[in-house]
Nanobody
Framework: QVQLVESGGGWVQAGGSLRLSCAAS????????MGWYRQAPGKQRELVAV???????NYADSVKGRFTISRDNAKNTVYLRMNSLKPADTAVYYC???????????????WGKGTLVTVSS
C-alpha cells in the first residue's frame, strides 16, 4: 500500500530550529492533503499544520509564525520547518497524508511511525 517515513527529528535547545521531512512511497495515484501532527507524553495527538495539493496551509495557533509547512509534489514529500522552538514543542511528530492509490479508489488516511523532537530549556 502506502508508506510514510519521517526524518529530521532530534534534540535542540530552546530557540533553535529543525526541519522535518516525510516521504510517501508505494501505490500512489494522487496525494491530496498532507499534514503534521504531534503527541506529547500523556496527551492526545493534535494537529500542527496541514497543506493542500494546491499549497493552501493551516496551522495550529500555538505554532503560527514559527512553523512552516511545505511540499514537493514531484517527490511526494512534505516538510515542516520549525523555528524558535520551545520546550512545549517536545513531542513525537507524525506525518499524515490523504492518498488515492488508484483511479477507482477512495482517499484513505495514512500515517508515519513518528519522529521524536526534544526541546530543552
Amino acid at each position: 500500500q502506502v508508506q510514510l517515513v519521517e526524518s529530521g527529528g532530534g534534540w535542540v535547545q530552546a530557540g533553535g530550529s529543525l526541519r522535518l521531512s516525510c516521504a510517501a512511497s508505494g501505490s500512489i495515484f494522487r496525494i491530496n492533503d498532507m499534514g503534521w501532527y504531534r503527541q506529547a507524553p500523556g496527551k492526545q495527538r493534535e494537529l500542527v499544520a496541514v497543506i493542500t495539493s494546491v499549497d493552501n496551509t493551516n496551522y495550529a495557533d500555538s505554532v503560527k509564525g514559527r512553523f512552516t509547512i511545505s511540499r514537493d509534489n514531484a517527490k511526494n514529500t512534505v516538510y515542516l520547518r520549525m523555528n524558535s522552538l520551545k520546550p512545549a514543542d517536545t513531542a513525537v511528530y507524525y506525518c499524515n497524508a490523504l492518498v488515492q492509490t488508484t483511479f477507482l479508489s477512495l482517499e484513505r488516511n495514512y500515517w508515519g511511525k513518528g519522529t521524536l523532537v526534544t526541546v530543552s530549556s
